[in-house]
């Protein structure tokens, strides 16, 4: 019941690491992606 984020990166220019790129499935910069309220919603009892 997520919006996987499969575009994007946390990187901060001008920082002294990298950031993490977004991907498909689980990636470190979303996780498992955003929540998708009306799945969830539509899921209680």
């Known amino acids: 019941m ?8 946390n990187a901060i220019n001008g920082a ?4 993490y790129n977004a991907g498909p499935g689980w990636d470190a910069c979303t996780g498992l992606g ?5 799945a969830i919603l539509n ?3």
């Open 34 to 38: 955003t929540p998708d309220g009306t």
């Open 2 to 9: 997520v919006r996987d984020v499969t575009v994007g990166t």
């Open 16 to 19: 002294a690491v990298n950031g």
């Open 43 to 45: 899921n209680l009892p």
